[in-house]
Nanobody, 115 residues
């Protein structure tokens, strides 16, 4: 499975962005998809998960503001980010768990929240 993330950019505090992650390859073997982020000087942290059963999970800092979604196996994975805060500034990565516990990562997309 190959992943390609896009949609990052510069946004003011309180604004919104939608990240996309296009999957190719063994897309029907994907079990769960994730968004992670890594801020400067910090470790990569988990942001959200969407399971194959369409259950969603969110990290506490983003709960109520971010929404992870994917229409079907052929659709991109999305992360709708609302009410963005400066502390959301990071490089965002999409990831997929597929096959027999294989992990794939997309390249990061930069999100900067600033005036």
């Amino acid at each position: 499975v190959q992943l390609q993330a896009s949609g990052g950019g510069l946004v003011q505090p309180g604004g919104s962005l939608r990240l996309s992650c296009a999957a190719s390859g063994g897309i029907f073997s994907i079990k769960s998809m994730y968004w992670y982020r890594q801020a400067p000087g910090k470790e990569r942290e988990w942001v959200a998960e969407l399971t194959s059963g369409r259950t969603t999970y969110y990290a506490e800092p983003v709960k109520g503001r971010f929404t992870i979604s994917r229409d079907n196996a052929k659709s991109p994975l999305y992360l709708q980010m609302n009410n963005l805060k400066p502390e959301d500034t990071a490089v965002y990565y999409c990831s997929a768990l597929w096959g027999s516990s294989m992990h794939s990562w997309g390249q990061g997309t930069q999100v900067t929240v600033s005036n």
